[in-house]
């Protein structure tokens, strides 16, 4: 593949650039944070001015038609400015499975209103003590009446969960549209370790529409792994970029960090496990939104994004000293979202025992 992007992409990178620049600051993640509302509803109303939110959404729904790649370049930005909006949860696994398997009835009613900022979608997708989440424990029983279902099972760490106006759900016959207020449905207030709150989800013979099946499910995990990685590759190199900065600024001994032999090897190792995070995501994600086979690709960034990941920011960590752990640095935000990262949708061993499974041509 090309790694480089096109003139669209480019403007694309430079606009979410400039629009989270200017509206995450640390001061902002700070008010935030010590509030009860952890969504920066203002940032999010910029996107949708934008047209960032329906970046990837059909433009006979009010999006602007582009793919994946595009709404990764967005995932990179939230990522690298550590900004507390429910773009994953909203756009790429909420808005996009609907726009690829939705009824027009469902596009309708969804779509645009994703695309103005005006309604929240988010994806029902970790089970606990399941650690292969494209193989949901969840079970789905038709109802008989309709084309309804009925859900049974439990949901774990659901993204903007509480906030949510419609929730995805997986199970075992394939992806299912559940309203918040359904009967049957209970929910609990969760919080994620980079704070981002969730939702703990019991579904007792809840009501729901079918949206697609088996195949409804492949999509909405490997949308859900790419922005992950694309998520992770921002937050590494925000991490990378702040330390590169904080190392030639900060002097020991009467020189800066960065002249010291030891600093600058541990730092060009970090610049070397983000950069692997990048290239593999990017392909991955260049894969997917052309069509192409992912399954393994996907794997492959994600093990970067479990494991080479944690080595970027416990090294950007140590160049910091003690500066790294103080809530008042902007470092320990990237630390909380990379240990976040790690785990989502499975960490290393998982990723590897799948690439493991499709190298001998077995199913897991």
């Known amino acids: 593949m090309d790694f480089t ?36 509803r203002g940032l999010w109303a910029e996107l949708a001015k934008a047209n960032l939110l329906g970046i990837a959404l059909p433009e006979a729904y009010g999006g602007s038609g582009y793919s994946m ?29 609907i726009a690829a398997y939705g009824d027009d009835e469902l596009k309708q009613r969804v779509l645009p209103a994703v695309a103005a900022g005006e309604l929240f979608v988010t994806a029902a997708i970790d089970e606990p003590a399941n650690f292969e989440p494209n193989r949901p424990a969840t079970t789905a029983k038709e109802d008989g009446y309709g084309g309804s279902w009925r859900l049974d099972g439990e949901k774990i760490a659901v993204p903007w969960g509480l906030l949510a106006d419609l929730l995805l759900v997986t ?17 609990e207030r969760a919080e994620s370790t980079h704070r981002e709150p969730r939702a703990h989800l019991i579904l007792d013979g809840v009501p729901a529409q079918r949206l697609g099946g088996p195949d409804a499910t492949r999509f909405l995990y490997e949308h859900a792994l790419a922005g992950t990685c694309a998520t992770a590759a921002g937050v590494f190199e925000g991490a990378v970029r702040l330390t590169a900065g904080y190392i030639s600024e900060r002097e ?34 260049w894969r997917l939104a052309t069509d192409r086979p992912a399954g393994d690709a996907l794997a492959i960034a994600k093990f970067w994004v479990a494991d080479g990941g944690q080595r970027v920011v416990h ?27 790690e785990l989502s949708l499975g960490g290393a061993t998982p990723q590897l025992l799948d690439l493991g499974a499709s190298l001998v041509g077995a199913e897991r």
């Open 171 to 187: 199970a075992d016959a394939g992806v299912f549209v559940v309203e918040p207020d359904a009967p049957g449905l209970g929910s």
């Open 69 to 97: 790649m595009e709404a990764a370049i967005v995932l990179e930005a939230v990522g690298r400015h550590v900004a507390p909006v429910p773009y994953l949860a909203a756009v790429v696994t909420g808005a996009l499975p």
């Open 252 to 285: 020991q001994f009467g020189k800066p960090i960065a002249s010291f032999q030891g600093a600058t090897m541990l730092a060009a190792d970090a610049y070397v496990d983000a950069q692997a995070v990048s290239v593999t995501t990017w392909a991955a994600i």
């Open 5 to 40: 992007f096109d003139e669209v992409q480019e403007d694309l990178r430079a606009l979410a650039g400039r629009i989270f620049g200017a509206e995450v600051t640390v001061e902002r993640l700070k008010e935030l944070e010590a509030g009860t509302e952890r969504i920066d």
């Open 315 to 341: 090294a950007c960590q140590h160049l910091h000293g003690g500066i790294g752990v103080d809530i008042d640095y902007p470092l320990h935000r990237y630390f909380l979202w990379a240990k976040e990262l």
